[in-house]
C-alpha cells in the first residue's frame, strides 16, 4: 500500500507532462482562424475625422488589405514601412484607427505617411469585437467578394509578407507584388 502512495502522485504528474508536452509540440491543427474563408463581418465604424476617403467595405472593387492599427502601438510603427512600401506597389490598404484619438493618428501618418486608400475609425473597440481582434496591428487579406482570406496577428515585414500574406493576396487575385521593395524588418 505504502508503494502505491508512493508511485500515485508520480504517475499522475508524469501524465500531466505528457498531455503538456503533446498539446504543446504535437501535431498542429492548422490553427484556422474562424474568419478566414468567410465575409468580413458587418463592422460598426465611424467616419475618420479629416478624411475624404472613408472605408467602406460594401464599396471596395477587388481585393485589398485591412489593417488595424494605433499610433500608440509600437508594432504598429516597425509596420509602417512595408505598408508604405505595398502601397507604392498599388495595393489597396485600408485603414481602421484603432482605440485613438485622431489627432494622434493623423499625426503618425503626416509624420510617417499615409498608405490607406480609406480610413474610418473604431474609437470604442468595436469593430475589433467583430474582427476577434487580439490586439494592434492586424492585417486581413480580403477578395473581391469580400472574403477574408488571411489574417496576420502582428506587424507585417517582408517575411510575413512572403510566407503568409501574399500566397492569399494572389489567390484573392491581387496585383503581382515586389517582395523585395518591402523593407526587411531585423
Not at 31 to 39: I, K, Q, S, T, Y
Amino acid at each position: 500500500m505504502s508503494r502505491l502512495i508512493l508511485w500515485t502522485p508520480l504517475t499522475v504528474v508524469a501524465l500531466l507532462l505528457g498531455v503538456f508536452a503533446v498539446a504543446l509540440f504535437g501535431p498542429d491543427d492548422g490553427g484556422e482562424d474562424p474568419l478566414v474563408g468567410r465575409a468580413l463581418p458587418a463592422l460598426p465604424l465611424e467616419g475618420f475625422p479629416g478624411r475624404t476617403a472613408d472605408f467602406d467595405p460594401s464599396a471596395v472593387e477587388g481585393p485589398y488589405l485591412l489593417n488595424v492599427w494605433a499610433s500608440w502601438c509600437a508594432p504598429c510603427r516597425i509596420e509602417h514601412p512595408a505598408l508604405m512600401a505595398l502601397a507604392d506597389q498599388g495595393v489597396p490598404i485600408y485603414g481602421v484607427a484603432y482605440k485613438d484619438d485622431p489627432a494622434n493618428a493623423t499625426a503618425f501618418l503626416n509624420q510617417l505617411g499615409d498608405p490607406f486608400a480609406g480610413l474610418a475609425a473604431d474609437p470604442e473597440g468595436r469593430a475589433a469585437i467583430e474582427l476577434g481582434l487580439t490586439g494592434a496591428p492586424e492585417t486581413f487579406v480580403v477578395d473581391g467578394d469580400g472574403v477574408i482570406r488571411a489574417r496576420w496577428r502582428g506587424a507585417v515585414d517582408d517575411i510575413t509578407w512572403r510566407r503568409s500574406l501574399a500566397p492569399a493576396w494572389r489567390e484573392a487575385g491581387g496585383s503581382p507584388v515586389d517582395a523585395d521593395a518591402i523593407p526587411q524588418v531585423r
